[in-house]
């Protein structure tokens, strides 16, 4: 049954504290992202990887890192640098080829605290 | 820089009514997208227009795409409380990744 994983399903965080935040596809999808979701923010950007080995910024990357070293997984590590942490993150794949952006599937999110 | 606008942000209808989310880009799109999020859900793709003056239909849900390329509409006619969500519009300008929408949140009553 093909699809993305993301865990934790809730993650609390310390202040101070580095957390990294799980995502896992079996879709042989070459792209994958990360978005964070506030209320009545819409889908922001935080980073994306068109390949393995691979990854940009997006519109929001300041105090996240992220690496890319298998195409299943794309780790997100929020960092004590990011103030405001507590929102939904959302990690989504796609497939990539036929020019332009492919229909994204998503996970169904971790939702980060600060404790 | 690159910007997708959505409205309204919030609409409320009577069950039966008909409901409509409009997007509008500062730049020509080469597609756009459109999802939509259950409350407490992710996001779900429903469809992707790619021609100009496009217009796809889906049992309810019609979605249109502009002559210029740089705004949509989805409408639902005769909504039903399933249709309870936010609806996203995702527009793709080639080179650069997929900008979304703020969503417009749609409630039904019964």
């Known amino acids: 049954d093909g699809g993305i994983t993301q865990s934790p399903k809730y993650l609390f965080r310390k202040e101070g504290q580095n957390v990294t935040l799980s995502c896992e596809q079996n879709?042989?999808?070459?792209?994958m992202y990360w978005y964070r979701q506030d209320p009545g923010q819409g889908l922001r950007l935080i980073y994306y990887s068109q390949i393995v080995n691979d990854f940009q910024k997006g519109d929001i990357a300041e105090g996240y890192s992220v690496s890319r070293e298998k195409k299943e997984s794309f780790p997100l590590t929020v960092t004590s640098a990011q103030k405001n942490p507590t929102a939904f993150y959302l990690c989504?794949?796609?497939?990539?080829?036929?020019?332009?952006?492919?229909?994204?599937?998503f996970g169904d999110g971790t939702r980060l605290s600060i404790l | 820089g690159q910007q997708v606008m959505q409205i309204p942000q919030y609409q409320h209808v009577q069950e039966g009514e008909d409901f409509t989310t409009y997007c509008n880009s500062s730049t020509t799109l080469s597609n756009i997208q459109w999802y939509k999020q259950r409350p407490g859900g992710h996001p779900v793709f429903l469809i992707q227009l790619v021609k100009s003056g496009e217009v796809k239909k889906q049992k309810r849900l019609t979605f249109q795409f502009g002559e210029a390329k740089k705004n949509s509409s989805l409408h639902i006619t005769a909504t039903q409380t399933t249709d309870v969500g936010t609806y996203f519009c995702?527009?793709?300008?080639?080179?650069?990744?997929?900008?979304f929408g703020k969503g417009t949140t749609l409630s039904v009553s019964s």
């Open positions: 989504a794949s796609s497939s990539s080829g036929g020019g332009g952006n492919q229909p994204q599937h």
């Open positions: 995702a527009g793709d300008q080639a080179g650069t990744a997929l900008i």
């Open positions: 879709l042989n999808h070459d792209a």
